[in-house]
């Protein structure tokens, strides 16, 4: 098959477009034709082998009812004797590459998930669609160039951000900012540091990596950090010329400098849960709207967004998808007594929440896996667009969700929002449900700037903008007489504090910060300084190449 770039040199466009994006011009039922030709395939290679006859339990499915009806839900601690041990030869086909993900569990020091030959190049085409959809302006448009500047702000391989990078490098020659082998070399925070120094001077076309990132990089422009460089800059006079360029721009618009004074993307594509928090923010700082992504390591990409940034679309060709109910999961976790009813993409109803369960096409290891995920399907089809799938955001993860008094069920994305909302200047925060004489809503927050107020204020802001956004929440309070939130404020450097302290004790990148939602005793006492951080066993230093 040729490379995108290939098709994109000899004019091809059509094809280049109908290569990696024409999914979303499928039918429902051609989908689901597709994902069960791929089922069929991969449970031949299940059947022979090792890792396959374990999880599916000896059942050998013949088509896709008798796979649903035949083989059980699993976890990774149902794969963990093999996959931790990195054996290859129990699996359906040889990996090019081991993955690593830290996870949530907190049972093993690191995840491991190889990646088939076939799953890594299909990701190629899935990656291209990504940054095809967040440059163009209607189907068919190839607004990409060779050498377009893309700054990469995520974590290096092993992760599966990283080879995701890569793979969009081997299809197209993106120039990343730094080079990815030198990225791979850096922190986090040097690579950053080092991406935006770069594209001062050479340029910045496209950004791939967290919302978040974005928004601390643009409030530091706000804040004067841009102009504070200009006597170091006399001597480069392409970057001083584009600096007083941008800054003539902000006072002409009589506002604070902003990155899209300096740079005008073409696109910016979000991974992680805090796109949809800072979407707003990031349109106003960098003037271009963040396409959202949604994948785990154990799927490769699942869905994305479109050119009109709405809801994301399933992708076919990777995973077969099925959906456990919300309801449905939540009995089934409480009881375990049998299993819950699931269904497929095509039975799924708009405005409801699922949890995702994927089993991996083109060779790869899971089978019915309960990614931990739960998504909201937001329409049945995009009218729009006119594209016959159905669309979806994600909600949150479904061991992150707090539930008060069986009442309401608070997602991060609600929590998060609410303390956008209150406009309060703070750093970083943490909550989780705490049994005491009644249930509390304990949050833990830490402010950059204080500007007078005290808890009470600050639990009285974050309650407010919880009311507005869950009714279900306010009617606790209503209904009830319930008010759980209590809010206790932080010392400055907190967080930071405790992301140092896991780095010295060597714990995994994921574990470095504490997580928004239900942090443990053992995190909330190394965060309030109760207790030493923990010594994780050493991670594996191996180089790790694509085959």
């Known amino acids: ?30 989908f689901m034709t597709i994902q069960r030709r791929l089922l069929l395939e991969q449970l031949e290679l299940l059947k022979g082998c090792e890792l396959g006859r374990r999880v599916m339990q000896g059942a050998r499915p013949r088509n896709l009812r008798e796979f649903r009806e035949q083989v059980p839900l699993t976890t990774y601690e149902d794969y963990a004797p093999y996959l931790l041990e990195r054996r290859e030869d129990v699996l359906p086909e040889k990996p090019i590459a081991w993955q690593r993900t830290s996870g949530r569990s907190g049972e093993y020091p690191c995840k491991w998930v190889p990646l088939s030959q076939r799953m890594y190049r299909e990701l190629g085409d899935s990656m291209m669609a990504v940054m095809i959809f967040c440059t163009c302006k209607e189907r068919g448009n190839i607004a990409l160039r060779q050498h377009d500047k893309v700054i990469y702000a995520l974590a290096p391989r092993p992760y599966a951000s990283g080879i995701w990078a890569l793979r969009a490098e081997e299809e197209f020659p993106f120039d990343f900012l730094p080079p990815l082998v030198e990225a791979e070399q850096m922190s986090f925070q040097e690579r950053v540091e080092e991406g935006f ?10 950004f791939f990596g967290l919302s978040s990132v974005l928004v601390a990089v643009g409030r530091q422009f706000g804040q004067g950090a841009g102009t504070r460089n200009i006597p170091s800059l006399l001597g480069k006079p392409k970057i001083l010329q584009k600096l007083i360029k941008a800054l003539i721009k902000s006072k002409l618009a009589r506002r604070p400098l902003m990155p899209k ?36 390591t154990e799927s490769n990409i699942i869905a994305m967004q479109t050119w009109d940034f709405q809801g994301m679309t399933f992708v076919p060709h990777v995973n077969l998808l099925e959906f456990i109910p919300e309801r449905e999961y939540l009995k089934w976790k409480a009881n375990g007594y049998r299993q819950p009813d699931i269904l497929l993409l095509d039975e799924v109803k708009a405005g409801e929440n699922y949890v995702v369960v994927i089993t991996n096409f ?57 303390i956008e909302e209150t406009k309060l200047d703070y750093q970083d925060w943490t909550i989780r449900k705490e049994a005491r004489e009644k249930p509390v809503l304990h949050l833990y927050l830490e402010l950059r700037d204080w500007n007078g107020l005290d808890e009470a204020q600050v639990t009285a802001a974050v309650d407010e903008q919880l009311r507005k956004l869950d009714n ?41 910060t504490l997580p928004h939602m239900n942090p443990s005793d053992r995190m909330l006492d190394i965060l309030l300084n109760r207790a030493p951080a923990p010594t994780p066993a050493a991670p594996p230093t191996e180089k790790v190449t694509i085959k």
Request: net charge negative; charged share 25%.
């Open 362 to 418: 083109l060779g790869g290891p899971f089978v019915r896996y309960i990614t931990g995920d739960m998504v909201r399907i937001t329409s049945l089809r995009n009218e729009k667009l006119n594209i016959d799938i159905p669309q979806m955001v994600f909600e949150s993860r479904v061991d992150d969700v707090i539930d008060l008094a069986g009442f309401t069920r608070l997602t991060e994305k609600v929590v998060w929002q609410a």
């Open 472 to 512: 279900d929440y306010a009617n606790l309070e209503d209904m009830l007489k319930l008010h759980p939130l209590e809010v206790t404020l932080l010392p400055s450097g907190a967080f930071r504090e405790y992301m140092l302290r896991q780095q010295q004790a060597g714990a995994d990148l994921a574990h470095l």
């Open 261 to 296: 004074d300096i740079w005008p993307l073409k696109g910016i594509v979000a991974m992680g849960t805090d796109s949809s928090i800072y979407r707003k923010q990031v349109e106003e700082m960098w003037g271009c709207t963040p396409l959202d992504v949604y994948g785990c």
């Open 197 to 206: 120094k770069l594209a001062l001077s050479e340029g910045l076309d496209m």
């Open 1 to 30: 098959m040729p490379k995108a770039i290939e098709l994109l040199r000899e004019g091809k466009t059509e094809e280049l477009w109908q290569k990696c994006c024409g999914f979303i011009d499928l039918r429902m039922d051609e």
